[in-house]
């Protein structure tokens, strides 16, 4: 079976190609166009479908409340960069009662129940979602192999988790030691980013740099398998990425803390 | 009729995505901003927007011949002669518009070899629209090369009064031509100016001044930095004069124009039913004034070569000097004392029955590398990193530019086995190839040597540069000690290579440092 990277929160979305209206105050359709240049159609299309909705759901808003729906969608949709701002958003609209519920809750994709208990859940856990909380849950399939859209030419062979939250490093390989790679893996419950690392051939300012590098790397990979257990915030555990033939699959931890 | 201003769409900004981008930290107001404009600090970034109107816009060039991959790419084996094809997984570029590009960005020389009507003078012509002239002008200010070309014809003539009044040569007024100080020089079909005038050109090339009746007149533009473009139908010493060799050395980079891809016709279709030239039509934004020119050679000069790529380019360039049976002394076994002593460096080469031919780089050519080919090869390797938006040099960059740069410089020996026989046969003639292969097994060398790790005699060069200060007589004469094992470990290995040659010659050039040391303290003490 042939496994296409997802985000479980997204399986069931169905997109309206919600109209952006033309605002005085900002211009909706640059934002997603801006979303579509970074994070590709798919996202766009995603963003276009919460924010056009939070926008329906308040049409008189000002140009706070559409950066903060604008912000929210932009996470909503996979732009994960956007968390850290759209989160501090949400805060201050929660406790400040303003934007009201309902445009929030559109911007999310959740019902108005559901806002507040997934801010709740956000700070403990870039992964937390109402209803998605069992153990060993599937979050998000990642990867997947080259000719069928994903960025892999080899399988990943191996998992470690990265030095930030939410962060993995995944190595790939096909055989011979020079076509080994390694992928930073950025996740949260609604989008990802996998950069390939560069394997900068000129390893560093000489050659005993690029050995010791070598080395270190070698160290690091040793104890790896294809099992990794990441943090979900700064320390708490929260994730686990693991290997699936040609993807990684995002999953929380069997037993919660 | 002209069709809209499809010429002027410049390829949006970044037109290279740095791959850390993806990871930063962004707020709600940055989905409002427009993305940054090209600013004069983001020249690299202008460069690039100028390669991509140039193939996408101005010459229709579907060749991505220059790859770049971050791991495997795809490869497609075609055929039954070994061809493949390789599908380059990073931004791959097209050389005969980006080697022209890179000379105009650095103030080089490129010659243009290829078949009529494969657009080389419309390449150079582009570039000195690049540079700010109007297209009119640069179209003016082409040389063309022909039989009857004088030296006057190419930088002027005495005022006519002048010659009949000037009690000296110092009171001759010279008419000076003003294709000599524009910053982009064309000079088309250069292998059909006789060799005089071929010579007067030597001086302009190379000195970056013109002289006629004792006259002198600098060649250098407002921004100081200038680039020449030739052209020529053949490359293989044909052509109405035969080139002298020292103005083909000045050529920093030689690159062949392509064919046409007819499955591109109906651009083709489309500019004869306009009726327009590209070089009229080159967006403003697009343009570098003096200050831009100058600026984005500095910056492209400044891009650092780690040590790891120099020791790479030191290994590469050490093949080619040496040969076992150039000469007596060891210092004068040499491709040069055969070359200058009258020999045939091929048959020297063969009679060498020592060293493996198949492993020996150095006797694939029966030259070697020229100081100046090498600050070339520094040269272009650094514009092709700063193109890309790279801090420092890579290997790739460097392997990216090298065949470009060697072309026409380091000469395949037609007697090797190589050429002569065997799979590799094509390679006599496709010069490109062959020297990104002679490259990529000199990398594959180096790395089987060991180098990368452990490279004795770096670490003695290192040692000795840290200083003699507080060098006891004691310590250097156990340096002498370890210099003079070092070559007694080469020694018996029995088979020497052109890489043994500037290890072993290092190797002597510190023993005599050290020797001429400990006798001062000796004097001294």
Same mark, same amino acid.
């Given at each position: ?61 000002? !140009? ?67 209803? !998605? ?12 192999? !080259? ?111 | ?167 000296? @040569? ?198 070697? @590398? ?6 070339? @090869? ?36 037609? @007697? ?110």
């Amino acid at each position: 079976m042939t496994h296409r990277p997802l985000h479980l929160v997204n399986s069931e979305l169905v997109l309206t190609d919600e109209p952006l209206p033309a605002t005085p105050a900002v211009d909706l359709a640059l934002s997603a166009t801006r979303i579509d240049d970074r994070h590709g159609a798919a996202a766009g299309a995603r963003y276009r479908h919460f924010l056009g909705r939070a926008v329906a759901a308040a049409p008189a808003a000002g !140009r706070d409340d559409l950066l903060t729906y604008a912000g929210l969608a932009a996470w909503r949709s996979g732009a994960l960069g956007f968390r850290t701002d759209a989160l501090r958003r949400l805060e201050v609209a929660l406790a400040e009662q303003t934007p009201a519920l309902p445009a929030l809750a559109a911007a999310l994709g959740l019902g108005e129940g559901g806002v507040a208990p997934f801010a709740e859940m956000q700070r403990a856990s870039r992964f937390g979602w109402p209803g !998605r909380h069992a153990p060993g849950e599937l979050l998000a399939v990642i990867g997947g192999f !080259r000719g069928l859209f994903g960025p892999w030419l080899a399988p990943p062979v191996a998992v470690l988790p990265g030095e930030r939250p939410g962060t993995f490093v995944i190595r790939t390989h096909a055989g011979g030691a020079s076509t080994a790679e390694e992928w930073l893996l950025t996740v949260d419950v609604f989008g990802h980013t996998l950069v390939l690392l560069a394997a900068d051939e000129t390893g560093g300012p000489d050659a005993a740099a690029a050995a010791e590098a070598a080395d270190a790397s070698a160290a690091r990979w040793a104890g790896a398998g294809d099992t990794a257990a990441g943090t979900a915030e700064a320390g708490a555990d929260g994730a686990v990425l693991c290997i699936h033939a040609y993807t990684a699959q995002v999953r929380l931890p069997e037993s919660p803390e | 009729m002209a069709q809209g201003n499809r010429w002027n769409k410049v390829s949006a900004s970044p037109t290279r995505t740095a791959a850390t981008a993806l990871g930063e930290e962004l707020t709600a107001e940055d989905l409002f901003t427009e993305a940054p404009a090209v600013t004069d600090t983001a020249l690299d970034e202008k460069l690039r927007q100028a390669y991509f109107w140039l193939v996408n816009r101005a010459v229709i060039s579907p060749f991505y011949d220059v790859e770049f991959s971050t791991g495997s790419p795809v490869t497609f084996t075609l055929g039954d002669a070994g061809a493949e094809l390789h599908l380059p997984t990073d931004q791959s570029y097209s050389s005969n518009v980006l080697l022209p590009l890179l000379t105009f960005a650095v103030g080089g020389k490129c010659l243009l070899v290829g078949g009529p009507g494969r657009g080389k003078t419309t390449l150079a012509i582009l570039m000195g629209v690049l540079a700010g002239s109007s297209a009119r002008d640069v179209r003016r200010n082409v040389q063309q090369g022909q039989p009857q070309i004088t030296v006057s014809d190419l930088v002027g003539m005495p005022l006519p009064r002048d010659l009949v009044t000037a009690g000296s @040569l110092a009171e001759i007024e010279i008419a000076w031509r003003g294709w000599l100080t524009e910053p982009v020089k064309i000079i088309d079909e250069y292998n059909r100016i006789p060799t005089k005038t071929q010579s007067a050109l030597l001086t302009m090339v190379a000195e970056g001044y013109v002289e006629s009746h004792d006259q002198m007149r600098s060649t250098s533009p407002e921004s100081g930095v200038e680039s020449w473009f030739f052209t020529a139908n053949d490359d293989a010493g044909g052509g109405t004069f035969p080139v002298i060799q020292a103005l083909r050395d000045r050529m920093d980079v030689t690159v062949a124009a392509q064919g046409f891809n007819n499955r591109f016709f109906d651009e083709l279709v489309a500019r004869v039913e306009a009726g327009e030239r590209p070089e009229d039509h080159l967006p403003a934004e697009l343009v570098f004034d003096a200050d831009e020119q100058r600026l984005l050679e500095a910056a492209i000069r400044a891009v650092p070569l780690p040590g790891a790529v120099r020791r790479q380019l030191e290994f590469f360039a050490g093949h080619f000097e040496f040969v076992q049976q150039g000469g007596r002394r060891f210092e004068y076994r040499t491709k040069d004392t055969v070359r200058t002593g009258g020999g045939e460096v091929a048959e020297v080469i063969e009679a060498n029955s020592g060293a493996d031919l198949q492993v020996d780089l150095g006797s694939q050519t029966s030259n070697s @590398l020229s100081v100046r080919s090498l600050q070339t @090869l520094i040269r272009y390797a650094k514009a092709m990193a700063y193109f890309r938006g790279r801090a420092v040099v890579g290997l790739d960059d460097l392997a990216a530019v090298l065949p470009f740069a060697l072309r026409g410089k380091l000469l395949p020996n037609e @007697l090797h086995p190589r050429f002569d026989v065997g799979a590799d046969r094509e390679l006599a003639t496709d010069s490109i190839s062959w020297l990104a292969d002679l490259f990529a097994e000199s990398r594959r060398q180096f790395t089987a040597l060991g180098l990368d790790g452990h490279d004795p005699v770096s670490e003695a060069l290192d040692l000795f540069n840290q200083g003699l200060e507080d060098v006891t007589s004691a310590q250097a004469a156990s340096r002498l000690t370890a210099i003079e094992s070092l070559i007694a470990g080469i020694a018996k290995q029995g088979k020497l290579y052109g890489r043994h040659f500037d290890d072993l010659l290092a190797l002597k050039y510190l023993h005599q440092r050290y020797t001429n040391y400990v006798s001062w303290l000796g004097y001294g003490g």
